[in-house]
Antibody, heavy 121, light 110 residues
Framework: QVQLQESGPGLVSPSQTLSLTCSVS??????????WTWVRQSPGKGLEWIAC???????YYNPSLRSRAVISVDTSKRRFSLRLTSVTAADAALYYC?????????????WGRGTTVTVSS | QSVLTQPPSVSAAPGQKVTVSCSGS????????VSWYQQFPGTAPKLLIV???KRPSGIPDRFSVSKSGTSATLAITGLQTEDEADYYC???????????FGGGTKLTVL
């Protein structure tokens, strides 16, 4: 069974860099069938897609976050990460990692449980 | 402002049918698959259905979708109280080269 587990600092100071990690079990990040992704949800708000990557290289970002977000992968450790620079209160959210399944209409078929990020000094 | 437009809320009585619309453009719904996600309070979203009516195992056929041009619609028949949730549409946008979600629709079963 595929499981994704997000982890992060919980609390980040304004203007600092947020770093999150998604640990993958039950599936291989190097499978060609998946794009691995980050999505966030501000309190009481809707879903906001952040970025995704394929292990062969293609990486895509939400245009509104492209200048501040970097997604990276450590295939040997079966995890991938998100770095978001210059955070503000608007970046406070529940961050989910997930995957898009290419062979199944590119749907997001697996989601982690999410990790909460608070932005405060 | 979401790229895909959904009504903030819909409601209907148990046993009735409700529809949730998702409006986009030629760069997303008009050319790519639309998928729908169900989210209960305090839980992660879950894949519900894809726009050719492909459902993951365990999703009842009370849930169906249709698409016309740049709009898609989720229909739920035989409403049950456990269907109360937030529903999101999503699709790849070929111009933005990013995934886009609708703003979400809160379903209330009266």
């Amino acid at each position: 069974q595929v499981q994704l587990q997000e982890s992060g600092p919980g609390l980040v100071s304004p203007s600092q860099t947020l770093s999150l990690t998604c640990s993958v079990s039950g599936a291989s990040i190097t499978s060609g069938d998946y794009y691995w992704t980050w999505v966030r949800q501000s309190p009481g708000k809707g879903l906001e897609w952040i970025a995704c990557f394929h292990y062969t290289g293609p990486t895509y970002y939400n245009p509104s976050l492209r200048s501040r977000a970097v997604i990276s992968v450590d295939t040997s450790k079966r995890r991938f990460s998100l770095r978001l620079t210059s955070v503000t209160a608007a970046d406070a959210a529940l961050y989910y990692c997930g995957r898009h399944r290419i062979s199944y209409y590119y749907v997001m078929d697996v989601w982690g449980r999410g990790t909460t990020v608070t932005v405060s000094s | 402002q979401s790229v895909l437009t959904q009504p903030p809320s819909v409601s209907a009585a148990p046993g009735q049918k409700v529809t949730v619309s998702c409006s986009g453009s030629s760069s997303n719904i008009g050319r790519n698959f639309v998928s729908w996600y169900q989210q209960f309070p305090g839980t992660a979203p879950k894949l519900l259905i894809v726009d050719n009516n492909k459902r993951p195992s365990g999703i009842p056929d009370r849930f169906s979708v249709s698409k016309s041009g740049t709009s898609a619609t989720l229909a739920i028949t035989g409403l049950q109280t456990e269907d109360e949730a937030d529903y999101y549409c999503g699709a790849w946008d070929s111009v933005l080269t990013s995934w886009v979600f609708g703003g979400g629709t809160k379903l209330t079963v009266l």
